[in-house]
């Protein structure tokens, strides 16, 4: 009793309620300490009110002044509720001096019945120490039925339960490399009868419940028996379970011994398709040994080796496979805007996947590149700026593809002209796109020419002879040869020499003011002289 008011006693009421439903009492006095706790001991039945007893198999109800507070406690007819197999079964019961009764135990396929009397003290007590010693796992009951008349029991008759739990066995299943194997269909049996069947987990594990005795294992896979084994169970148990189960380990690479990733490798039988990764390996666990297997490859979802066949893999810890990827060769034929072959022209060719590149050199418009199958990027490359860019899928021993360079091959002119649109010559033009640039000087008639160069967006910049910064900085999109005309605003040629626009504005201003100054001069003399003339 606890949080109650120190050095006080209290009167306290403890009752116990039978199965029967016969309630006893014991009153007592709980004194409480300087914290308010205080506390005793009794005994059921001896310290109850006359007639307490523990007759009757069940549960007892305890209960502290009333409601307060409520526990119970169980009688049972057996010395324990759990048995293993060759343990014994104690009984006991009470009754009258004398009483004959029926004692029956049964459960699963085990049943027995027999009679015994009650000593001079009312006991019952039966020992039996064979009858588990084939029990199976489950539930048994007890039951004691008087035979006397009258009885001493007004109750239904003593009846409790007990159970055979089994040990926990734990077994894992290894192949032959000592990795665990999930899916394997787990049967133990004991005398040819069927114990339990269950199917390993994603660790290799299978749980049991077992009793004492011999049991024989067996593990199947795909219907194949790939392990047997005789278990003597005496108590709690873990242990491996060895499987005659192979593994595969596949590397893939190309001729040039490069380690091949994402290549899929289709299995029968079995039906499995397993993917290599980024080292070109990929490893098979859990195979069956003495078996004919057939491989597919492929790459891109494309087949490269058909129906290549292991003859009856052997029965080892790894069985190592290299399959070669094949080499194709890749025509390119590179053509620019107007269809003739473009020299020395860099090709590169990258798998989809990244990896190694493959590059060349135009000669005539042509080169041909060594890859291993499979899809890449083609990129066309002239004067270091990328010109194409295509796939292609490489599944042939041979593969053609033409590649057209619709922005060069172009004669590209530009036309420098000043504010009035005359030819401004010897002016420096230069063409940009990417990281590529080319100048030339303007002829006398204004006119910058380059052959054979890029088409597409390019950036033109002009500047006058003996300046660094551009006059003009201009974006044009070129998609034929027909010249660009560039106008400089802010320059005009006069008698061969640039002069700014805002200075020659300048001059005809200071002219005209200066002759309409004149002419008001004029005006104004030729005004004044008849006058004159006439005094």
């Not at 590169?348 to 080169?367: D, F, K, P």
């Amino acid at each position: 009793m606890t949080g109650s008011v120190a050095y006080t006693s209290y009167a306290v009421n403890i009752t116990v309620t039978a199965p029967n439903s016969v309630s006893y009492t014991n009153l007592t006095t709980i004194f409480t300490s300087s914290v308010g706790s205080g506390n005793t001991i009794f005994t059921y039945p001896k310290d109850f009110s006359t007639g307490a007893n523990t007759n009757f198999t069940g549960t007892y109800s305890v209960y502290f002044n009333g409601t307060l507070a409520a526990e119970a406690f169980f009688i049972g007819l057996t010395n324990s509720s759990q048995y293993h197999r060759h343990q014994t079964v104690d009984v006991k019961a009470t009754y009258a001096s004398g009483e004959n009764v029926t004692i029956t135990i049964q459960g699963n396929i085990i049943y027995t019945s027999t009679t015994a009397q009650a000593d001079s003290s009312g006991l019952v007590h039966y020992v039996n120490s064979t009858i588990l010693s084939e029990a199976s796992i489950g539930t048994y009951t007890v039951t004691i039925i008087s035979i006397s008349n009258p009885t001493k029991k007004t109750a239904a008759p003593d009846v409790q339960s007990f159970t055979v739990p089994g040990y926990s066995v734990n077994i894992t299943l290894l192949n032959l490399v000592a990795i665990p194997v999930p899916s394997i269909i787990f049967k133990v049996s004991e005398n040819g009868e069927s114990v339990s069947e269950s199917i390993s987990n994603v660790n290799g594990t299978v749980f049991l419940k077992l009793e004492d005795g011999t049991y024989l294992c067996n593990a199947t896979y795909s219907d194949v028996l790939v392990g047997q084994q005789a278990l003597t169970i005496t108590g709690e148990l873990a242990l491996n379970f060895g499987l005659n189960l192979t593994s595969l380990n596949v590397i893939v690479m190309d001729e040039y011994a490069t380690k091949l990733p994402e290549v899929k490798i289709h299995l029968v039988p079995g039906n499995q398709t397993l993917t290599t990764g980024i080292n070109g390996t990929v490893k098979m666990d859990s195979m069956l040994p003495n078996v004919t297997y057939t491989l597919n490859v492929s790459r891109y979802d494309m087949l490269f080796k058909t129906n290549l066949t292991i003859q009856s893999l052997p029965s080892t810890t790894w069985y190592n496979l290299t399959i070669i990827c094949p080499t194709m060769t890749l025509n390119i034929n590179v053509t620019d805007a107007r269809g003739r072959p473009v020299n020395d022209a860099a090709v590169e060719a990258q798998e989809l996947l990244g990896g190694r590149y493959y590059s060349g050199t135009t000669a005539n418009g042509a080169v041909s590149l060594n890859c291993p199958f499979g899809k890449y990027t083609v990129m066309v490359l002239i004067k270091g700026v990328t010109v194409n860019e295509t796939t292609v899928s490489l599944n042939e021993t041979s593969v053609n593809l033409p590649i057209v360079c619709s922005f060069y091959g172009f004669d590209v002119s530009v036309r420098a002209v000043d504010y009035f649109g005359q030819p401004m010559p010897n002016v420096n033009v230069t063409l940009q796109r990417s990281e590529w640039r080319d100048s030339r000087l303007a002829g006398g008639d204004g006119l910058a020419t380059f052959g054979n160069t890029f088409g597409g967006d390019l950036n033109v910049t002009i500047r006058l002879a003996g300046q660094s910064e551009p006059s003009v900085v201009r974006s044009v999109s070129v998609d034929n040869s027909t010249p660009i005309e560039i106008k400089i605003d802010r320059y005009v040629l006069l008698a061969g020499v640039m002069v700014e626009a805002s200075q020659l504005l300048a001059v005809v201003i200071v002219l005209i003011v200066a002759v309409l100054f004149l002419s008001v001069e004029v005006f104004r003399r030729r005004w004044r002289r008849p006058k004159e003339n006439e005094v």
